[in-house]
């Protein structure tokens, strides 16, 4: 039997219900009914309406993995369907793919987009935020979604077109060490941005530039406390009380 | 504030909260985007700014990872700029002062946006059940439809949110604002700064990094020394 293509309407649904993974997210399967959602598109053009029983049951199981990475999966997964139902025998079918795959791509995605990319974006946009730019958020939102959209698209199509291969290829663009490196980054900026606003405190109360770098020590201090497990809540009533206190006082 | 304004926010605030999980994910959740948001559809983008740029790096390193489910900046953002205009109009304060307040009575309230999340959550359990069953019966529209019932979870969830925030804040602010305003204010920029060097603080404790130490102390080093010899 000739394999089934999807077409590029078909990929574009999918695409845009990619932004709604998570409508039903619970506890119970998390992305499951989410995951179906997003591949319907794809299994109505290959089954029709009338999608197997079989189908129907592998692809409504537990499911959870990077929301940015699904339509990777969900390619990969439509074509494993399509060789499938052609005759052809993939190394790996559908359901062992997606079992193999979702755990090590969520936390890959975790990384990158929540660890990496998002407060990187964040840094820059506060940066321009505390100079009284109201093209922060704007900028923010540009910084993040360039590579976030980007990805989802083209993690669709490189999961269709190349099928179990795609993730050797994710492997080649190194995105753990690009994460790490994004990380470091923010580490730079969140520097940048302490000292700069310790020195234009000390501007504004006219002290000598110098007492700024007493707080060096005290973000410090407070980093290895939240490090430790205490909460921004917890530090954020100490820094206040102490501050209002001394306010009182003085 | 007229009714409008607080159904605009209450709008504002189903809306960003749907991107923190459900809908999307364009970041428009993030304290820095929402709070001006609300403060853009209330009049007054610079007050929603003031209460974003605190709010903003405070939460950024709790991952929503799986079933981890971090406190509601998103709502604790809206809620802050509510208060801050909302009972500033009412008590004539306005200003930076107002807005640390604000957000100091808002940030603890991020607990219930917990809450509801979870319980939104599991909601949806029923859901996925009930979407299940449907599937498995061969009707696919049906799960679809169940799927797209649980952003309504979502959307109020962080309409409830919003609410306990913007009800309990405003009875604590109108009666606190006017005993602390002046203490606040005597704190001139150190208490506003203070804050966001706190949400820098928390960030670099988990961004779980090698070297974040020395990376962090050359960078503040070198751009004070920049900034000193300017």
Redesign the interface.
Same mark, same amino acid.
């Given at each position: 039997m000739k394999e089934i293509r999807l077409s590029w309407l078909t990929f574009l649904r999918i695409y845009l219900r990619s932004?709604?993974l998570?409508?039903?997210? $619970?506890?119970?399967?998390?992305q $499951?009914?989410?995951f179906?959602?997003l591949m319907?598109p794809g299994l109505?053009s290959i089954y029709g309406?009338?999608?197997p029983?079989d189908v129907?049951?592998r692809h409504?199981a537990y499911f $959870?993995t990077h929301?940015?990475f699904a339509p990777l999966v969900a390619g990969t997964t439509l074509r494993l369907e399509t060789l499938s139902l052609a005759g052809e025998e993939p190394a790996v079918d559908s359901e062992t793919y997606k079992k193999m795959v979702m755990a090590p791509l969520?936390a890959m995605g975790?990384a990158l987009f929540?660890?990496g990319v998002?407060?990187l974006?964040?840094l820059v946009?506060?940066l321009m935020?505390?100079q009284g730019s109201?093209w922060?958020?704007v900028v923010?939102?540009v910084l993040?979604?360039l590579p976030?959209?980007l990805f989802r698209g083209i993690g669709l199509i490189l999961g269709y077109a190349q099928e179990l291969k795609a993730i050797e290829t994710l492997q080649k663009c190194r995105l753990p060490d690009l994460a @790490?490196r994004l990380?470091?980054s923010?580490?730079?900026? @969140?520097? !940048?941005?302490?000292?700069?606003?310790?020195?234009?405190?000390c501007e504004?109360?006219e002290l000598s530039?110098?007492w700024?770098?007493v707080?060096?020590p005290? !973000?410090?201090?407070?980093?290895?406390?939240?490090?430790?497990g205490v909460t921004?809540?917890f530090? !954020?009533l100490l820094?206040?009380s102490s501050?209002?206190l001394?306010?009182?006082l003085f | 504030m007229a009714v409008g304004d607080y159904l605009l926010a209450g709008l504002v605030a189903m809306l960003t909260g749907l991107d923190r999980v459900a809908l999307i994910q364009i970041m428009i959740s993030r304290p820095l985007v929402a709070a001006p948001l609300t403060g853009w559809v209330l009049g007054n983008p610079l007050v929603g700014m003031e209460v974003g740029m605190l709010l903003e790096l405070l939460w950024l390193g709790r991952l929503p990872v799986g079933a981890a489910i971090p406190p509601d900046d998103t709502q604790v953002a809206v809620g802050a700029t509510v208060l801050a205009l909302s009972v500033g109009h009412l008590l004539d304060l306005h200003g930076m002062p107002m807005v640390i307040l604000s957000v100091l009575i808002a940030i603890p309230l991020g607990k219930f946006g917990q809450v509801f999340d979870r319980l939104a959550r599991h909601t949806n359990d029923r859901l996925a059940l009930s979407g299940h069953d449907a599937l498995m019966a061969g009707n696919t529209t049906g799960l679809e439809r169940y799927h797209l019932f649980g952003l309504a979870s979502f959307a109020l969830a962080s309409l409830a949110t919003a609410v306990i925030i913007v009800l309990i804040g405003s009875f604590v602010l109108y009666s606190v604002a006017p005993l602390l305003i002046g203490a606040v204010r005597e704190t001139g920029l150190s208490l506003q700064y203070s804050l966001i060097l706190v949400g820098a603080a928390s960030l670099l404790g988990t961004i779980n990094v090698n070297r974040s130490a020395s990376l962090f102390c050359a960078a503040f080093t070198g751009t004070m020394l920049v900034l000193w010899m300017r």
């Open positions: 932004f709604l998570q409508a039903s997210w $619970n506890f119970e399967k998390l $499951n009914l989410g179906f959602y319907l109505r309406d009338e999608i029983a129907r049951q409504c $959870n929301p940015y969520a975790d929540w660890g998002r407060p974006a964040a946009g506060l935020a505390s109201l922060a958020p923010f939102l993040f979604n976030h959209l @790490i990380k470091e923010t580490t730079i900026l @969140i520097g !940048v941005l302490c000292a700069y606003l310790s020195f234009k405190g504004h109360q530039a110098a700024g770098f707080q060096l005290i !973000v410090l201090l407070f980093a290895w406390l939240a490090h430790k921004s809540l530090l !954020v820094t206040t501050l209002l001394l306010a009182l | -």
